[in-house]
């Protein structure tokens, strides 16, 4: 017999207190026309994960994937699933698709448009979120795909989207004017990521100094990416230069920090970009600060952008470029940006939910789940 679904959810206002849940309707109910049923193999966990818990509310994360109690939500995470049984036409048994699921055993998804591609989810409620969260690629068909290499796009890929649209916002905004960018978590794989899109413009006329904030600990290994100019810890600010201006990209989303960096530069800072919030426990408003009042960047507002200007297929062949560039340094043989750490089954889960909440993950190891 198919076992029940089982589950994490987390407690919405407070991300430490989790418990499991089994769901006999997901895994076994009979599924309505239309429908489909996955069994989700393999998945990523991240400080972006914890991200989407920390702006759950703020952002509608916890819509996605909504638990039957309010005060609970379930985390999403990107990975890969397989189809377990089908009722909708055109989607197949045993195929695989890549795409953003609930941090759990299954998930049934209502296609309301179905392409060679992939799928696109139109469950009710999530109509009115945004599309790039509600699509799903057909591996057999997806031209970014390698099985090889599965682990590195459920650990990366969305997180250096978001690092190429932010590097492509700075960019068309002529970086507001300034010469400087600084990263806050600059260990954080999708604060990297930027870096390394930024750093790919050292010898042009758009090159900028990119400066790392991270924690001690992490100093030796940001250093060591080298797609860093200068790496400070956060408490450092105010050893870097306030005499000319300086973009400041906040994944961190820690009130303190973002506090010193508008303190110290004041009108230096040409734009404040809110992106994550690593350090979730330390999130503040932006109100009273000097300088620009920081800005949330949402990732498809910027996607929306560039396909009106480059049309779909134009923004995805600059993706995949970018994409196969950042996968050299990362995958390289000798010194590889990032190890894979590869878990299984309920305690593997909790021990890395953990150890991201609490900022003791290791920024070079990526864990890559299966329950």
Known sequence: MTPASSGLLVQRDDLHKTRWVSDDTIARAPLPDGAVRFRIDSFAL????????????????????????????RIPVWGFANVVESRCEGVDPSERFYGYWPLA????????????????????????????????????????????????????????ITSFL?????????????????????????????????????GTPTEVQVIGLTSPGNIAF??????????LSHGDVTRLAADAPVVYVDFSGSAAVRESVHTHF??????????GG??????????????????????????RKRVADWGSTGLQERLAQAWRAF?????????????????????????????????????????????
């Open 222 to 231: 940001t250093e060591g990416l080298g797609c860093y100019d200068r790496v």
């Open 105 to 160: 055993t299954h998930a049934v998804l209502h296609p309301e448009r179905v392409t060679t591609a992939g799928l696109v989810d139109g469950a009710e409620h999530r109509r009115d979120l945004h599309a790039v969260y509600n699509q799903y690629l057909r591996c057999s068909a997806d031209p970014g795909y390698d099985v090889a290499r599965e682990a590195a796009q459920a650990l990366l890929r969305p997180l250096y």
């Open 46 to 73: 991240t400080s972006n994960n914890v991200t989407y818990a920390a702006f759950g509310d703020a952002m509608n994360y916890w819509r996605f994937f909504p638990a039957d109690d309010a005060a609970w939500g």
């Open 166 to 202: 932010i590097d492509d916002f700075l960019a068309d905004n002529a970086l507001f004017g300034a010469r400087r960018v600084l990263l806050s978590s600059a260990s954080s794989k999708t604060a990297y990521g930027t870096a390394f899109c930024l750093s790919r413009r050292r």
């Open 327 to 371: 996968m050299q340094p990362v995958t390289d043989p000798k010194q590889p940006w990032l190890q894979v750490v590869r878990g299984q089954g309920r305690a593997a889960v909790e021990a890395v939910y953990a150890a991201l909440l609490d900022g003791h993950a290791r920024p070079r190891e990526g864990h890559v789940l299966t329950l």
């Open 278 to 303: 690593t350090h979730w426990d330390e999130l503040g408003s932006g109100r009273g600060l000097r300088g620009p009042r920081p800005v949330l960047f949402f990732a498809p507002a910027q996607i």
């Open 266 to 275: 004041g009108d230096r800072l040409a734009y404040s970009c809110s992106v």
